[in-house]
Antibody, heavy 122, light 107 residues
Framework: QVHLQESGPGLVKPSETLSLTCTVS??????????WSWIRQSPGKGLEWIGY???????NNNPSLKSRVTISVDTSKNEFSLKMDSVTAADTAVYYC??????????????WGQGTLVTVSS | DIQMTQSPSSLSASVGDRITITCRAS??????LNWYQQKPGKAPKLLIY???SLQSGVPSRFSGSGSGTDFTLTISSLQPEDFATYYC?????????FGQGTKVEIK
């Protein structure tokens, strides 16, 4: 059974970089057909898809976050990561990693991590 | 971006009630419509994908229907464990977008 676990600092200062890692267990991030995603949830904006990465390194990010987001994958560690630059209070949210696959229907998220709260504050 | 609008935003119901939640897309999403259930402090859980296909392990009292821009999630007989917030999500065109949620509360 595939399990996802987010890790990273819970507090980030404004203008700095948010960095989170999602460790995949019970399966391989290199499995074809799965896209490894980041999603966040804040009271103000609800659920917001941030972006995804395929094990080959191909990515697709939400244009609303422009070029602030970088998603990377480390197949040797079976994990993928999120970096978000120049954070503001508006980036305060619970961040989830999730698996998206074609095996059910394109673009649905069938496995989620438990989520991690990131607060942007000085 | 495709906007997803759910109604109602919240509803109160009793155990055993039949309830329906509506999700409307700002443009056609064909059959790429998914539903999630979220309980407080937990991650969303996939309930239904592709409009009407139940995710493994999801009880048959949950059902989905619709096409194009208008979709519904129905719970035929509400159980105590069904009190939660439900979200629709389109996977027709990135950026994937979610509805704002419908909170189902105990009457």
């Amino acid at each position: 059974q595939v399990h996802l676990q987010e890790s990273g600092p819970g507090l980030v200062k404004p203008s700095e970089t948010l960095s989170l890692t999602c460790t995949v267990s019970g399966g391989s991030v290199s499995s074809g057909g799965f896209y490894w995603s980041w999603i966040r949830q804040s009271p103000g904006k609800g659920l917001e898809w941030i972006g995804y990465i395929y094990y080959t390194g191909n990515t697709n990010n939400n244009p609303s976050l422009k070029s602030r987001v970088t998603i990377s994958v480390d197949t040797s560690k079976n994990e993928f990561s999120l970096k978000m630059d120049s954070v503001t209070a508006a980036d305060t949210a619970v961040y989830y990693c999730a698996r998206m696959g074609q095996h059910l229907v394109r673009g649905c998220f069938d496995i989620w991590g438990q989520g991690t709260l990131v607060t942007v504050s000085s | 971006d495709i906007q997803m609008t759910q109604s109602p935003s919240s509803l109160s119901a009793s155990v055993g009630d039949r309830i329906t939640i509506t999700c409307r897309a700002s443009q056609s999403v064909s059959s790429y419509l998914n539903w999630y259930q979220q309980k407080p402090g937990k991650a969303p859980k996939l309930l239904i994908y592709g409009v009407s296909s139940l995710q493994s392990g999801v009880p048959s009292r949950f059902s989905g229907s619709g096409s194009g821009t208008d979709f519904t999630l129905t719970i035929s007989s509400l159980q105590p464990e069904d009190f939660a917030t439900y979200y629709c999500q389109q996977s027709y065109s990135p950026p994937w977008t979610f509805g704002q949620g419908t909170k189902v509360e105990i009457k």
